[in-house]
């Protein structure tokens, strides 16, 4: 029998993020402290990990982890990779063999590039170097120790990743795509760890609406979600997601509850957008402190007060299908006017419509 340890389930930034003060970063619920993205798979004498996340050690020790018997990387990202060097005691404390590394090619070569000096390339050894014996993969299946490993090929914006299948569970992060071919090696599934980073559009990410409509397709008995972002607090993403199961069409309409931000709907495909509208914003209400009388709370105070009024502070969002109606490139954007950002109140309310 396959034992499954989810050891983190943040994005590339943890939550809480770093500087941030948002309510998914204040939070104190413990489900809102999220590690980097990472799965220990255990059988009675094999031990395997998938991907060396950013808090690798951390979770290494969390889970009295002793031994290594394979490493299997989803991808070349740096927070799936950016542990590697913290496997060097796995090769210390086993008679120095190295640890069995399995890759997509790139992914490989990546990690060559980031860590020359576990390749060959040290200037001196010091405390000692990683030591990984690399095995490149592609689709095929093959065998850690008596666990097989099936490679699941999906897309992460531009670039190849794979998921992976143990028995009848399987793990798809860092994905916005996963191809009919791949869908057919996902079913009869007990368990589908799936990527959801955020409510809104992200071109390398499945969206908490996209990764619940791959759910349905995939239909496996329990789906949860992985690779969360601090956009979304677990406990109001439990109440909203309870709502909407129980409204077939209707309308949300969110409003905000403050004269220095503003929401709005706009493209969410491309960041350029977001610096465009900044830029714009900054020309057409510029941050003088000598053309405002109503400066108290600083250079920003009345800037931000005029461009919450030109933006507005609601929008109403049609629901077809119990989801949001929003079009191919849309997403909802909470605009911050201030310079040092502070928790924001927003009121949403849905109302259904009985057909």
Sequence with gaps: MLRFTILGTGTSTGVPCVACTCATCMSEDSRDKRLRTSLLVQSETTTIVVDTSADFRQQMLSHSVKSIDGIVYTHHHYDHISG??????????????????????????????????????AEQIGGGVPGADFTIIDDEPFMIGDIEV????????????????????????????????????LQGLDVLILDALRYHTHPTHFTIEEANEMSKMIDAKQTYYTHIAHQIKHAECEKLDALMQKVKYGTLHLFLCHTSAAITINEDADPDVTLDMMDILDRIVPMH???????????DD???????????????????????????????????????????KLIATLHSIQQ
Excluded at 151 to 176: E, L, Q
Excluded at 289 to 299: D, F, M, N, S, V
Excluded at 326 to 332: A, C, F, P, V
């Design 84 to 121: 590697f060097d913290d496997t060097r005691p796995f090769t210390f404390f086993n008679d120095d063999q190295p640890v069995k590394c399995f890759a997509l090619k790139q992914t490989h070569d990546v990690i060559r590039q980031t860590f020359p000096y576990a390749f060959g390339q």
């Design 150 to 185: 099936i490679p699941i090929p999906m897309k992460h914006g531009s670039i190849r990743v794979n998921g992976y299948r143990f028995g009848n569970f399987a793990y798809c992060t860092d994905t916005n795509h996963i191809p009919l071919s791949s869908i057919d090696k």
């Design 302 to 344: 009345m800037t931000s007060h005029a461009l919450a009024s030109l933006i507005g502070c609601s929008v109403t969002i049609p629901i077809q299908d119990g989801r949001m109606a929003l079009g191919t490139w849309q997403g909802i954007h909470l605009c911050e006017f201030r310079h040092h950002a502070r928790n924001r």
């Design 289 to 299: 402190r000598q053309l405002y009388r109503h400066t108290a709370e600083g250079p």
